[in-house]
């Protein structure tokens, strides 16, 4: 029985998620994806020894990756697969561990969740297999851990407690496990006892909190999630908190108008009445304890949905809010206990109907949530599909603005990509991002004069950026100020001193003051941190010939024309 219904779903979930399997690479998705420097067996080391080497710290899914791109490389569709599966698995889990609590209509949950259209979002994006592999870890260990509950066997317990491990180097917000354990053991026994509920978690939660403050502390420190965008005063939060749980449960209940990014809500002036939606989800807890002599269930899905929501809810700075305060993706993990609730309680329903209907209906809502979701598959074909989708949903998206810009710009569509660069400026005008693309839409042009004042207002912006710096430095030069354009290269430099491109720009404008031997200094550096520059070897080239040292400028010439043979061979 297990394994036919198991098989059903799978094969429902690869049909339902086919067009993200044809799907390409979108937006953060070379953040996560393995990069070239991280490649290599001293890359591993680094994934797990290095925090800021990966886009996260989540050494257990980035060695996923690395060992992913080791298999099939920068084709995407690979990567896709094991989203694709890992989701169906966690599905499987999902009715294993709700048939292990007699919940009714465990598999009817199963399929619920998996194809519900608020997956999509981790499913199809492959960035987000941080959800669908820490989720895996995560119903495993509730497995074990719930086998230790029946036999106190030490074997299970410790398979627990690895999978928990596991869990949490994949993402660290499925440190919520343990306080769910601590809901399921009320709910089900309607008290906790210290021997049997509490002490043999408290090394799992010792673990858990660990890691979340960790994950908090980067998200701040290497991610960003700091300043003007995340300072919220403790009342803010608290609105912020109630109107999140409320959010999420409604597009549970009525999965209509998903966007990837939601309107960013105006917390500062926003006034008391946003207070109204902490205050009923409030109330609503204090009426479920009340109930709780006749049913514990409803207390405990809400607590279950609220308590693994908490990571996102706004008391922790998530880097995230920078574009809207809710995403579909945060709400993966969560919305298992509602939708166990809500298939429990319809199967309980529907059980009083004749056959037909009691099997009919949920097939219907099943199929219904199929289609949703295969529909909303589509946006990530690839990038400029992404994107323009994106802006279809929500057209106030300034990031969507200024990546559809890039997008187009690169593939040389520049009178488009401007106007999304300046829809980008309008939304939000103090964006360092749109000022610098602005600024590289007129050096593509070749209007040095004109793209000033855009990098000056990026660097302005962000001083510590190398590129801001970088970028002004080369418009300087080209408009015939290389001494005002040294003092930003050397920034660049200083600022990211491993970067070849800056050290090579650096070089150019050292070699227009006349200053020969610091600019050979420099092309050296830029080749030597990245021997496959063909600009750094073309200008070493130039540099030695300059110097009459033929023999070293015949050769890097060579090496520029193996990177780029467009460029002509050498007279003999």
């Given amino acids: 029985m297990f394994v036919g219904l198991a098989a059903a779903l799978i094969v429902a979930v690869v049909l339902v998620y086919l067009p993200a399997l044809h799907a390409g690479f979108i937006w953060n998705d070379s953040d996560y994806v393995t990069r070239p420097g991280l490649r290599s067996v001293h890359g591993l080391w680094r994934i797990w020894f290095e925090v800021g080497a990966t886009e996260q710290y989540y ?7 690395w060992l992913q791109h080791l298999l099939w490389g920068d084709a995407a569709f690979g990567y896709h697969l094991v989203n694709v599966l890992l989701h169906g698995a966690s599905a499987c889990l999902f009715a ?3 048939t292990r609590w007699r919940v009714l209509g465990a598999w009817f949950a199963a399929f619920l969740f998996a194809l519900h259209p608020v997956c999509v979002e981790s499913v199809a994006w492959i960035s987000e297999q941080k959800n669908t592999l820490s989720l895996v870890f995560y119903l495993g260990a509730a497995l074990a851990y719930d086998r230790f509950t029946i036999n106190r066997s030490g074997r299970a317990y410790g398979l627990g407690l690895l999978l928990f491990v596991l869990a949490l180097l994949s993402k660290t917000t499925t440190a919520t496990l343990v306080p769910a354990f601590w809901v399921v053991a009320w709910w089900r026994h309607g008290g906790l006892q210290w021997s049997r509920d509490a002490r043999p978690l408290l090394p799992w939660f010792a673990l858990g909190a660990v890691a979340g403050l ?3 502390w980067v998200e701040m420190e290497h991610i960003g999630a700091v300043g003007e965008a995340f300072s919220l005063t403790v009342l803010e939060r608290i609105m912020l908190a109630g109107r999140i749980v409320w959010f999420y449960l409604a597009k549970l209940l009525w999965p209509a108008d998903l966007a990837f990014i939601y309107p960013r809500w105006d917390m500062a002036g926003s006034g008391l009445v946003a207070i109204v939606p902490a205050l009923v989800a409030a109330l609503v807890l204090i009426a479920l304890w009340r109930l709780r002599s006749s049913t514990r269930a409803p207390l405990a899905i809400a607590l279950l949905f609220g308590g693994s929501l908490f990571p996102v809810l706004g008391f922790f700075n998530v880097y995230g809010f920078l574009y809207s305060y ?22 309980l329903v529907l059980g009083r109907l004749p056959r037909g209907i009691r099997l009919g209906v949920p097939v219907m809502i099943v199929a219904l949530l199929g289609g949703l979701s295969w529909q909303r598959t589509a946006m990530y074909r690839d990038l400029e599909t992404f994107y323009r989708s994106l802006l279809r949903d929500n057209p106030e998206a300034w990031m969507a603005h200024n990546n559809l ?4 710009r690169e593939n040389g569509r520049l009178d488009e990509a401007e106007v999304h660069f300046a829809e980008t400026l309008r939304l939000r005008p103090r964006s360092a991002k749109a000022h610098n693309n602005l600024g590289v839409l007129h050096q593509d042009r070749r209007r040095f004069a004109q793209a000033l004042p855009f990098f000056r207002e990026a660097v ?9 710096h970088d970028n002004l430095a080369t418009a300087l030069r080209e408009t015939g100020e290389a ?39 420099a092309f050296q550096r830029a080749v030597r941190l990245d021997p496959q520059s063909g600009p750094g070897h073309l200008n070493l080239a130039l540099m030695y010939s300059l110097l009459g040292r033929e023999a070293e400028s015949r050769h890097h010439y060579e090496q520029a024309r193996q990177l780029n043979p ?5 007279r003999r």
């Fill in 326 to 347: 809710v995403a579909d993706h945060w709400q993966y993990l969560p919305c298992l206990a509602v939708i166990a609730g809500l298939a429990s309680g319809l199967t």
């Fill in 460 to 468: 302005r912006l962000a001083p510590e950026s190398a590129i801001y």
């Fill in 214 to 216: 960790f994950s908090a």
């Fill in 96 to 98: 294993a561990l709700l």
């Fill in 483 to 521: 001494a005002a354009a040294l003092a930003h290269h050397q920034e660049a430099v200083h600022r990211d001193p491993g970067w070849a491109v800056a050290q090579n720009n650096h070089g150019v404008t050292l070699r227009a003051l006349g200053r020969s031997g610091e600019a050979l200094e």
């Fill in 59 to 65: 050494p257990l899914l980035h060695s996923s990756f």
């Fill in 405 to 408: 810009g890039t997008f187009l």
């Fill in 566 to 570: 467009a460029l002509p061979p050498l």
